[in-house]
């Protein structure tokens, strides 16, 4: 594969930092954006407690940018992308980044724990971001590689930093829990971002996180090699301002030197855009293969490699959070969530028309199957909003005027917080989205109602439906010959129910129902040795099928002979031996008995066979014997089913 970079390297001369280091073209001109703090401090001049900062960071023009190889573009994703565990994969837009190429699980998202990913809406404001989004501009017009506007204005957001603050000293200290990741090309090439922490000591500044990813080679696409976490300063800046309403400054970066290890390319420091990030950040970046990307190379990159400014702000503001109870349900049948906000300042939105035109229009709560474009600040119609259940969240006072509760009403405080409970039925949704052809994603949204418009009122939180996972086994107790096997199939899993199939080698043995997510089956007596046995669970519409296998155990019964002379012999008469042989458990014997006379030195004097009849009595024939001491050992040799055992029984002939 052959990706044509603009960052003034060529691939010659990048060797083996191959496509690892083409992410360093989007991220090196990294840099923040702005940061927060929901309750407002005081001015004071002691240190002044932060307990939720908001941090937020577009790190730089090349993150929101297209890529060289065809069909793919740099963006980010809250959260730690899983491994594909291969290099040269990219997220499928098909599924919306949930998976790779090769079918590993990916998991894209715009939220995750305290990080959102944002975009950038026509309007101008910001909102989660969706998957195809973080490709297009505020225009929808696709990102490109090849230039320098055509960025998709997505910013990474983390929420409730913590630390202290010393304006007066020009002192800050706040750190973030939250992950991240950054990827380019479609995730050909990615790290992750973890826990982001500022520094600010008498207006200098110090922005650090601890970074990880994975080096891979444009030479070698299945190249795919773990780096381990490393915390690393990722920008520094002088002249920071630390007041008690925010902070602002720049990260350094024009101008900046780097001193590039011997075989690594040269820092090109030329133009008007030439410079880099700390020395440390870049070494970091050389060893995922991607030094070049993150200081001036002399390409026509260089511009989108500068970092960005960075501000603080502190003034109180709610910011509409929507949290759910769970995000995956079964693909038929109606089920319940409970879906909670925050955050939704009712004196943020004012109805537009009837019923509540003029006053505070609360928000629609819905979960339903609406098409990517489904805002209404973009000016999208409510037909493409079809929902298959709803309710709407209005102050108290209002909730009579929209009907009340049978109509759907509940309450949202003048806090701006609500609970709902919804009812997500695939189904349903399906039925209701039947005339919006662009229909495909699946979630709840929020929305204002009456008619306003109120961007931070719109989110989105994607829900999926799969069915349950089950595991069989089978449970087949050890047996003696003679005993009846019985096989139980036990199946595991949310709902599983139906038929179930038990098989010995190739025969059936039986289809039964499960109960209480069991079935037995009878195996009959078996002959002894090992039986193989499989069964399969066909599954419901809900719950995914499964298959088993075991080995059920059948030992030899135990035997035992007892021997009867019923005639002595005599130097002129013959005699008669008769054997009866008995199993446990009761059963038949099959097969001969070998009988053996033998003289008082152990001699043998006659061997002989006797068959068993069926009810396991053998009768031999003795020789005429002169006058001595002798011994008659009856044998029962074992059949395929039943242990050998023997009796010896001595007698003097006269």
């Known amino acids: 594969m052959t990706i044509t970079t603009a960052g003034g390297t060529s691939a010659a001369r990048r060797g083996t ?200 080679s444009m030479d070698d696409m299945e190249a795919w090699t773990p780096v381990a976490d490393t915390k690393i300063t990722l920008a520094t800046m002088t002249g920071v301002d630390v007041t008690p309403t925010g902070i602002a400054g720049a990260p350094q970066y024009k101008g900046v030197t780097y001193a590039a290890a011997e075989g690594s390319t040269e820092q090109v420091r030329t133009g008007d855009n030439w410079g880099a990030f700390p020395q440390a950040f870049v070494d970091f970046q050389q060893v995922l293969g991607q030094g070049p990307y993150w200081y001036s190379t002399g390409g026509s990159a260089d511009p989108r490699k500068i970092a960005n400014p960075f501000s603080v702000a502190y003034s109180e503001q709610l910011t509409p959070e929507v949290t759910v109870s769970r995000t995956t349900f079964l693909p038929n049948g109606a089920q319940e969530i409970t879906v909670q906000g925050t955050g939704f300042d009712p004196s943020a939105a004012t109805g537009a028309r009837p019923p509540l035109a003029g006053r505070p229009a609360g928000t629609y709560v819905a979960f339903g199957k609406f098409p990517e474009a489904w ?79 109120a961007p931070s009122y719109e989110t989105y939180t994607p829900l999926t439906f799969a069915k349950a996972p089950s595991a069989a086994t089978i449970s087949a107790p050890a047996r003696t010959y003679g005993q009846a096997s019985t096989a139980t199939v036990t199946v595991t899993g949310e709902g599983a129910e139906g038929a179930v199939t038990l098989k010995r080698g190739a025969t059936v043995v039986g289809t039964a129902d499960l109960v209480s997510g069991a079935a037995t089956f009878a195996l009959g007596t078996l002959g002894a040795g090992r039986h193989p046995l499989s069964a399969t669970y066909d599954g419901t519409p809900n719950v995914e099928g499964a298959t088993a296998t075991a080995t059920v155990t059948v030992a030899k019964a135990a035997s035992r002979t007892t021997a009867t002379l019923v005639k002595k012999p005599a130097p002129r008469k013959a005699g008669k031996v008769r054997a009866k042989v008995t199993t446990t458990p009761a059963g038949s014997a099959a097969g001969t008995v070998k009988v053996v006379v033998r003289n008082a030195k ?46 010896s029984l001595p007698f003097r002939v006269r």
């Open 375 to 453: 805002r209404p600040s973009a000016g999208v119609a409510s037909a493409n909003r079809k929902n298959s259940s709803q309710q709407w969240a209005v102050l108290a006072e209002d909730m009579a005027t929209i009907g009340g509760p049978d109509a759907g009403a509940i309450e949202l405080t003048p806090a701006g917080t609500f609970t709902a409970t919804l009812t997500v039925d695939k189904a349903a949704a399906d039925t209701a989205a039947a005339a919006v052809p662009t229909a495909a994603n699946y979630g709840i949204y929020t929305y204002a109602g009456s008619g306003a418009t």
């Open 602 to 647: 152990g001699k043998v004097v006659r061997t002989l066979q006797a068959r068993l009849t069926r009810a396991g009595v053998a009768t031999a024939k003795l020789p005429r014997l002169a006058k001595g001491t002798y011994r008659v050992v009856l044998t029962y040799t074992g059949d395929a089913n039943v242990k050998a055992s023997s009796k």
């Open 17 to 216: 930092r191959g496509v690892a280091a083409l992410l360093s073209t989007a991220v090196a001109s990294a840099g923040l954006v702005a940061l927060g703090v929901a309750a407002a401090p005081s001015a004071s001049a002691a240190p002044i407690s932060v307990s939720n900062a908001t941090f937020t960071w577009d790190i730089n023009n090349e993150v929101q940018a297209g890529a060289f190889a065809p069909g793919t573009w740099n963006l980010m994703s809250a959260g730690k992308i899983g491994n594909p565990g291969a290099g040269g994969q990219t997220l499928r837009l098909a599924d919306n980044g949930a998976t790779w190429s090769n079918n590993a699980t990916a998991g894209w998202k715009s939220t995750a724990g305290n990080v959102t990913i944002e975009d950038k809406g026509a309007d101008g404001t910001y909102a989660p971001a969706t998957f195809d989004g973080t490709r297009r501009t505020s225009a929808g017009v696709l990102t490109s590689g090849f230039s320098q506007t055509n960025l998709a204005e997505t910013r990474m957001v983390v929420k409730k930093g913590t630390g202290t603050l010393d304006p007066d000293a020009e002192n800050a200290q706040i750190t973030w829990d939250g992950d991240a990741t950054v990827l380019f090309y479609s995730g050909m090439t990615y790290f992750h971002l973890s826990d982001p922490e500022l520094v600010v000591t008498d207006g200098v500044g110090t922005l650090s996180a601890t970074l990880g990813g994975y080096a891979t």
